[in-house]
């Protein structure tokens, strides 16, 4: 299901896609620590490891200029 996922974004031409998890498997299917294109997590939900925020370029240079925090908020409205 993952791989239809990144293919579906890859046709809808999005230049990137952004994992939350173990990066130990993340890893293996072509996702990166967020923090190498300069995307974080905000410190509004912890995560266990800052290595658990991924992403994956949709094609080469798609995340070059791309940088900033993912915000938390809908986890405290919910």
Known sequence: MLT????????LKYRGITVEGDFNFYNKVG???????????????????????????????????IEGYVVYDMYYNA
């Open 4 to 11: 239809q996922g990144i293919k579906k974004v890859k046709e």
């Open 31 to 65: 996702f990166e620590t967020s923090s190498k294109y300069e995307i974080y997590p905000t410190s509004g939900y912890p995560l266990e490891d800052p290595r658990c925020m991924m992403c994956q370029e949709t094609f080469p240079g798609s995340l070059t200029d």
